[in-house]
């Protein structure tokens, strides 16, 4: 043990405790010249305490300017000082023994005895970490204190040594029992200074993968809201007001389709950035979907300090970025809302931030719209029609209407379009489109579409069981229902359950299924529905922005023709043309194209010179209920025999 180098921990301990150890070491040595000055060489004491004084100063100094370094290591060398310095430290001790006991001089030697003994005591304790120093300070005072009282004549000299022995082998133990504790109880705490780092840094992982969004280092959907609910709180119990900016980047889906998600994601990350240099610290921005960001204004509390804030986010954000070689504008739009002047319900503002949003969008993008009276209005009444749409799903009050779908060639019914319709109990018929987008932003649209679904699978079963064939029905997505694949298979597997299958059904979608926020996945879903035996067909073809593109990604295998377009056919040379050109599109790709909106026997004539192949339209039928369409499919059974 003797020979085993201190650790930094040790070494840190001994320079702890030398300050203090040197002020009592000189207090002693006062004490004592105090009290033996008139029986003392007032020479030898004043030279002995001065030596004791400049020990303590020196040893002082040195421990303050070593006392906040981090000691990492311990060289054999500093481990030699450190043996000499506690030598060093012990001298002035043993000379006093040496004074009184060996060369008689003036003085008391019990008081010697005891001030030698405690001194020992003390330093060893001190030094009980670096159990080498330890005893070289030990041996110095006690071998000096055997040896004077041999020296001197004294007649308890034996006692006296076998003290000094039995003394010194009692410390050099306790030392080295208490530095060995000392040592594990080091190691103790610093297994379990790991232990806690590591639970802390798994902790910190926890809470970066359960609330940061990796892409952007913002917080994540569940995360914002928990932070929306804390805001909501806090102005409830203190008052005041704060601001709810909801933002949607502009044209985001065609960075993603044009350059690939890897720089969509690049650019998601700049737009982190650029929103948080341009906000307070203690603003709370998240990414809540796939383009969609979240920003709690605290500050913010007029229409005024809204406008100001998301001006400067817009502006901040129509610089171009510069990502892979490419220069990319990111443009956004915002919908904001005043908490609680417009809402006090986290729900609440989220909803009204969204018709906000939609407005700014629909008014051209790159804006700020504040929620205000029309859009409360607005609201309002589509609470009512949210209201009547439970009672209508609760007493049964939609029902499902079939528009047939005929084969231009020859007259023949080929499949109907499923339609679903709402007739309250006042006898007002609600718009589908208008209900429908209510359905979707509300969350009622899972039930919806499955009511229709459920309708439908009955309709087609009890037609099955007359002996009809009508054809393929064409059930209607709604952008939420691809948004939704988990439900949207559900209700296919409840038709396969049935016994109804791609036979039966056609899948009808439209342009706002394949564009917008929470579209990523749809060409996987479409492809896995294709892969069924499902046919899909694109609805509205010829009014959308990108339909072309879309038509390269998906597995279409029909498309309607708008009717906007077959309206002016019988006389505008440009509908015409823009039929004749969908026609030749469908007939390149092998796909059919079906004639929406027909109500004139010209207009049918013109689309069959075209190579329409199919029409829809009141020409042939008004949307009508199963059993009439039960009824137009055996009259056209008739007529064909």
Same mark, same amino acid.
């Given at each position: 043990m003797l020979t085993k180098h201190p650790s930094p921990e040790d070494v840190s301990s001994v320079v702890k405790g030398t300050g203090f150890g040197a002020f009592i070491a000189v207090l002693n040595a006062l004490i004592y010249v105090v009290g033996a000055y008139e029986r003392h060489s007032g020479l030898f004491l004043g030279i002995w305490l001065g030596v004791v004084a400049l020990l303590g100063l020196g040893l002082t100094r040195m421990s303050a300017r /070593?006392?906040?370094?981090e000691v990492t290591r311990v060289s054999p060398r500093a481990a030699r000082r450190l043996i000499l310095t506690s030598v060093l430290l012990a001298l002035p001790w043993a000379l006093l023994p040496i004074q009184v006991l060996a060369l008689r001089a003036e003085g008391d030697p019990l008081v010697v005895l005891m001030v030698c003994t405690g001194m020992v005591a003390g330093g060893v304790f001190m030094l009980h970490r670096a159990l080498t120093a330890a005893i070289a300070y030990m041996a110095t005072i006690l071998v000096a204190v055997a040896v004077? /009282?041999?020296?001197?004549?004294?007649?308890?000299?034996?006692?006296?040594?076998?003290?000094?022995?039995l003394f010194g082998m009692f410390l050099s133990y306790f030392a080295l029992i208490a530095g060995e504790t000392a040592r594990q109880r080091d190691a103790s705490v610093q297994a379990l200074s790991r232990a806690v780092s590591g639970l802390r840094a798994a902790r910190d992982e926890n809470y970066l993968l359960a609330n940061i969004d990796d892409t952007t280092g913002l917080l994540n959907r569940k995360a914002f809201n928990a932070r929306l609910a804390e805001a909501v709180m806090a102005q409830r119990d203190a008052g005041g007001a704060f601001s709810l900016l909801l933002m949607d980047l502009d044209r985001f889906k065609n960075v993603n389709d044009l350059f690939g998600h890897g720089v969509g994601d690049e650019l998601l990350a700049e737009?982190?950035?650029?929103?948080?240099?341009?906000?307070?610290?203690? %603003?709370?921005?998240?990414?809540?979907?796939? %383009?969609?960001?979240?920003?709690? &204004?605290?500050?913010?509390?007029?229409?005024a300090q809204?406008?100001?804030?998301a001006g400067r986010l817009l502006s901040a954000l129509n610089q171009p970025a510069r990502l892979v070689g490419r220069q990319l504008h990111p443009g956004a739009s915002i919908g904001a809302v005043i908490c609680p002047e417009d809402a006090a319900e986290p729900v609440e503002l989220f909803l009204k931030a969204d018709l906000a949003l939609n407005r700014a969008k629909e008014s051209g993008r790159g804006q700020c719209v504040k929620f205000d009276d029309h859009l409360r209005q607005q609201v309002i009444a589509e609470d009512q029609i949210e209201a009547g749409l439970r009672e209508a799903l609760k007493d049964n009050l939609l029902y499902v209407q079939y528009q047939p779908k005929i084969n231009l060639r020859d007259g023949t019914p080929i499949g109907a379009e499923a339609l679903v319709r709402w007739k309250m109990h006042d006898g007002e018929k609600v718009p589908p489109d208008h209900f429908l987008s209510i359905a979707a932003e509300r969350g009622l649209l899972p039930a919806l579409s499955r009511h229709i679904a459920e309708? /439908?699978?009955?309709?087609?079963? %009890?037609?099955?069981?007359?002996?009809?064939?009508?054809?393929k029905i064409a059930l209607n997505l709604h952008p939420d229902d691809i948004k939704?694949?988990?439900?949207?298979?559900?209700?296919?597997?409840?038709?396969?359950?049935r016994g109804i299958t791609g036979k039966d059904l056609l899948l009808e979608i439209t342009e706002g299924c394949l564009i917008g926020r929470g579209t990523d996945?749809?060409?996987?879903? &479409? %492809?896995a529905l294709d892969e069924r035996g499902y046919d899909?067909?694109?609805?509205?073809?010829?009014?959308?922005h990108a339909a072309l593109a879309h038509l390269k990604k998906i597995p279409v295998a029909e498309i309607k023709i708008d009717r906007s377009f077959v309206s002016g056919l019988e006389y505008r040379r440009d509908d015409r043309a823009i039929v004749a050109a969908i026609v030749e599109i469908a007939r390149g790709l092998g796909i059919r194209s079906v004639a929406e909106g027909v109500e004139t026997e010209a207009q049918r004539k013109i689309l069959l010179d075209l190579g329409v192949d199919a029409g829809q339209g009141y020409l042939w039928s008004r949307p009508i209920c199963a059993d009439t369409f039960a009824a137009f499919l055996q009259a056209q059974h008739r007529a064909a025999s």
């Open positions: /070593v006392r906040n370094r004077s /009282v041999h020296w001197g004549g004294w007649d308890q000299a034996l006692p006296v040594t076998a003290y000094c022995f737009v982190a950035r650029r929103l948080r240099a341009n906000l307070h610290e203690g %603003d709370v921005i998240g990414r809540i979907g796939g %383009d969609e960001f979240c920003i709690i &204004l605290r500050e913010a509390r007029t229409e809204i406008r100001t804030v309708a /439908v699978a009955g309709h087609i079963l %009890d037609w099955r069981s007359a002996g009809l064939t009508p054809g939704s694949p988990e439900l949207l298979m559900e209700t296919i597997h409840m038709f396969e359950d996945m749809v060409s996987r879903l &479409l %492809d899909l067909s694109l609805d509205d073809f010829g009014t959308g």
